[in-house]
């Protein structure tokens, strides 16, 4: 294992991605909720808002800048980590390679703008157009590396000649089929994840017994995104679903254990599996709810594992993320819902504990389920880099050097993991919302 340069390749990539993925998730969710409170607080003339945003920009800051260093360190180990695929289709992807770096250098130059001029311009809404760039500049700069890995998923904009590609069409390669399902999805579920982590911590401080109306006010409006944006993952995920019935057959049905080509298939949830036998125990079947999900028809056919060579399946283990995916999505759909629906409705409290509890514990969940998602995204790829073209082993660096970088970026990465969260609790707690407020440090 430790002289594998391949598995050390696939772990090093693994952790790397698994890092930033949380950075770049909270760098493209949080921003649209900065402009949002902002706005809000300008129309109302109301400085819990413009506080808001403020103390929300401050954290976005420093999560930007971890999230700088991690993406740093994936470009240089696709090269280095990966130079066979690197040498065959960068330039198939250099196009949104270069359009994402753009995006980011566009989001960081109005951040810094932004970040600065705080109370000065007369009229404050000069101020909050600022914000419109970083909302762009964010969720362009994750449109863009999506693309990348749709392309992998579903490679278009090249002819294959002599193991070459060549008559390259970037917008072909870019805009491939798996492009709007798989853009859309990164999206929304950037946004409630983002929603979820701001929610949470107003649950946390309310929980605590700090009840300034600043804390409601916050965990209100990340609600409000927490249900749209639940509610459009849920669609999104639908979206995805049918895609993968189409494109991709043999991930969907690895995802779901199910082996045999059959109509009116049935989704599975959980159990146990008997890879020799193809049996499942202890599973929870929901009828028809496969051919629902690939074709919206309750009668309709659904590819097998079978029907693929056993040497092309993905690895079984990713049903069970598929699952987590599922069911923690589910659960903040839920959360959302049942919050608005205690807020107005007056017989309800939307303070109460064991809900605050529930919303506390969505900001972790969403995490994971980001994380949970990315892992059947790549691992449901498998053994393809690039499917149909190129398989992971055969472009995988064959430097006997891997392990030590394996070490040294995985205690770089733990580094970052203590410390961001210590310096994002030293800033906020030096800082509390009650000080500033009662210092009128916020100006209309």
């Not at 999206?187 to 929603?195: D, F, S, V």
Request: net charge neutral; with cysteine; charged share 15%.
């Amino acid at each position: 294992m430790l002289e594998d340069p391949v598995l050390l390749s696939r772990w090093l990539t693994f952790i790397t991605l698994g890092f930033h993925i949380i950075m770049a998730t909270i760098g493209v969710g949080i921003p649209i909720f900065i402009s949002i409170a902002e706005l809000i607080g300008i129309k109302k003339k109301d400085h819990h808002y413009i506080l808001l945003a403020k103390r929300w920009t401050r954290g976005y800051t420093i999560l930007v800048a971890v999230g700088v260093v991690t993406g740093t360190i994936i470009g240089f180990q696709l090269s280095l980590l990966w130079p066979s695929f690197m040498q065959s289709a960068g330039h198939v992807i250099s196009l949104p390679l270069f359009m994402e770096t753009f995006a980011f250098f566009f989001e960081a130059i109005f951040l810094g703008i932004y970040l600065y001029t705080w109370d000065r311009f007369k009229n404050p809404i000069f101020h909050w157009m600022l914000s419109i760039p970083i909302v762009i500049g964010s969720s362009a700069s994750a449109f863009f590396i999506t693309t990348v890995n749709a392309f992998m998923n579903t490679p278009r904009g090249f002819d294959l000649e002599n193991g070459a590609f060549t008559n390259v069409q970037p917008f072909v390669a870019m805009f491939n089929p798996a492009m709007p399902s798989k853009v859309s999805h990164v999206l929304t579920t950037a946004y409630l994840t983002g929603a979820f982590i701001l929610a949470a911590i107003a649950a946390f401080h309310l929980l605590r017994g700090k009840t300034h109306i600043y804390y409601k006010k916050a965990l209100h409006l990340a609600m409000i995104g927490c249900f749209v944006f639940s509610v459009a993952t849920i669609v999104n995920g639908d979206i995805s679903g049918k895609f993968l019935a189409y494109y991709q057959p043999e991930k969907l049905a690895a995802a779901e254990w199910h082996f045999e080509t059959t109509d009116r298939a049935k989704l599975l949830l959980g159990g146990i599996l008997n890879e020799d036998e193809q049996e499942v125990k202890f599973g929870i079947e929901i009828p028809y709810a496969l051919s629902i999900l690939a074709f919206n028809r309750p009668s309709a056919e659904v590819i097998g594992l079978n029907d693929f060579p056993q040497d092309l399946w993905p690895p079984l283990y990713i049903h069970y993320f598929f699952n987590l995916m599922i069911m923690i999505g589910m659960f903040l759909a839920a959360v959302s819902f049942i919050y608005l629906v205690f807020y107005y409705f007056n017989r309800f409290n939307s303070l109460n504990p064991w809900l605050l509890r529930a919303i506390l514990l969505g900001g972790p969940m969403a995490i994971l389920s980001i994380e949970f998602g990315w892992i059947l995204t790549e691992v449901g790829r498998q053994p393809w880099i690039l499917r149909g073209y190129l398989k992971v082993a055969e472009t995988a660096t064959t430097s006997g050097h891997v392990f030590e970088m394996l070490i040294l970026f995985s205690l770089l990465y733990l580094a970052l993991g203590i410390l961001l969260p210590v310096i994002l609790i030293r800033l906020f707690t030096k800082k509390s919302v009650e000080s500033e407020i009662d210092k009128h440090h916020i100006i209309l």
